[in-house]
């Protein structure tokens, strides 16, 4: 047991500094493009992209890891990649001949400029969802024989090359477009040879056909749209708002994300060590983590203009900017704590494969969040949004810690 909490403890500060990596990507935007309509519409084609590289992650990880077990084989490799090459380029020929469709589906508030930064943006990332999802093929089957370091290999060059190209070249806002691209191929080719000396030789010549419908694919599929989905709700919103505002709101996330992601998730694998067992015997750990992340919550509130000051009142960014920022982390660090855990207890009820309790609860939740928009856009508009993404967050959680004190409570003890 003691290997294990080593090996999370070894992944907890990876984690960390992929983080900060992409943390420091976002700085780079900030701090040479600012808050304008061009670095809008980077973001909106960002989101667009991610959800294909979140779907593909969550997943492989847990669609299927588990059933490597038994499908440990070559021709059970050479089937998937196949298929998310031929997926792939169905994808990238519906983003790069639908990119204006796309973007005004998304972003029906954007105008002019917006859109047509937009669209050719979103053209160029059309071209990084082949690697993106190969990649997180390459790196399902690393985690699973336990190189973890490696499986993060290709996020990690992504961006590395993005920053460093930000740093050489930032005459316009396309050059992350292009950054992102040079990244995600060449960490998609690194993680390959790195795939190819470590796993492929070991893979069995087994003939067993493996079943989609044997597995949570489909589900986890849904589910992490679903998830993603809200991310894409705010995006459409925000695009009538002011200039500026979807960018605001992403460099505000992202200093949430920073600290949900470091110590959320590094609890959330001690958990599955514990969700091993029929039974969670521990869970002061959770209450733990929950006080932790209050607490974190509480000062990013209390000190949300300084913090933002410190972070981004640089280069681009302008005093307005710090002050949008600021409201947006105090938004945010109202539902951080509550999030934390839906975060850390859904990795329950995958273990458990409860797929479509959790579809039916993100649901409701989808739905609310898109009634509170609807009703209150129009008269808060940038506020509007923040409260649909506060209630979701702790409406989901609230929905998750109950199932689990009404279907779990006599099983749970307090151990000190």
């Not at 969802?129 to 390459?138: D, G, K, R, V």
């Not at 690194?190 to 796993?199: A, G, R």
């Not at 044997?214 to 695009?239: E, H, P, Q, R």
């Not at 995958?350 to 009703?375: G, H, Q, R, T």
Request: glycine share 4%; hydrophobic share 55%.
């Amino acid at each position: 047991m003691n290997k294990i909490y080593k090996y999370v403890l070894s992944l907890t500060f990876l984690i960390l500094f992929l983080k900060i990596f992409g943390f420091f990507r976002t700085l780079g935007i900030a701090y040479f493009f600012g808050s304008n309509n061009e670095t809008d519409a980077i973001f909106v084609s960002i989101s667009i992209v991610m959800l294909f590289n979140m779907i593909a992650l969550k997943s492989f990880s847990e669609g299927i890891i588990p059933y490597l077990n038994t499908n440990f084989s070559k021709s059970y490799f050479k089937h998937k990649f196949l298929l998310i090459v031929g997926a792939s380029l169905i994808f990238n020929i519906v983003l790069f001949f639908f990119s204006k469709l796309i973007t005004r589906l998304v972003a029906p508030g954007f105008e002019g400029e917006s859109v047509i930064v937009a669209v050719d943006s979103l053209k160029i990332f059309s071209f990084s969802i082949l690697p993106i999802l190969l990649s997180s093929l390459l790196a399902a089957y690393l985690s699973y024989l336990k190189f973890y370091n490696h499986a993060h290999l290709g996020d990690f060059v992504r961006n590395i090359i993005l920053i460093i190209i930000l740093f050489l070249w930032h005459k316009n806002v396309y050059i992350i477009s292009y950054g992102w691209l040079i990244g995600s191929w060449l960490g998609f080719f690194i993680l390959l040879i790195v795939f190819f000396s470590k796993v492929y030789m070991n893979l069995t010549h087994s003939t067993n056909r493996f079943k989609l419908s044997d597995s949570g694919i489909f589900y986890t599929v849904f589910i992490n749209v679903l998830i993603y989905i809200t991310v894409i709700i705010d995006k459409l919103f925000l695009s009538f708002t002011t200039s500026g505002n979807i960018a605001n709101f992403t460099y505000a996330d992202s200093v949430r994300s920073l600290i949900l992601t470091t110590f959320v998730i590094a609890t959330s694998r001690i958990f599955l060590v514990e969700f091993s067992y029929n039974t969670l015997k521990n869970i002061k750990p959770l209450i733990n983590i929950f006080v932790f992340v209050t607490i974190c919550a509480v000062v990013l509130f209390l000190f949300s203009y300084k913090l933002s000051e410190i972070i981004y009142y640089r280069g681009e960014i302008s005093l307005i900017d710090i002050k949008i920022i600021s409201g947006n982390l105090k938004f945010i660090a109202v539902s951080l704590p509550f999030y934390s855990m839906y975060q850390i207890l859904s990795q329950k009820l995958f273990s458990e494969k409860k797929y479509w309790f959790l579809i039916k609860a993100l649901l409701i939740c989808v739905i609310i969040k898109i009634i509170i928009c609807l009703l209150s856009f129009q008269k808060y508009q940038l506020y509007a949004v923040l409260t649909s993404k506060v209630v979701f967050e702790i409406l989901i959680s609230i929905i998750i810690v109950m199932y689990f004190i009404k279907n779990k409570r006599p099983k749970f003890s307090i151990c000190s």
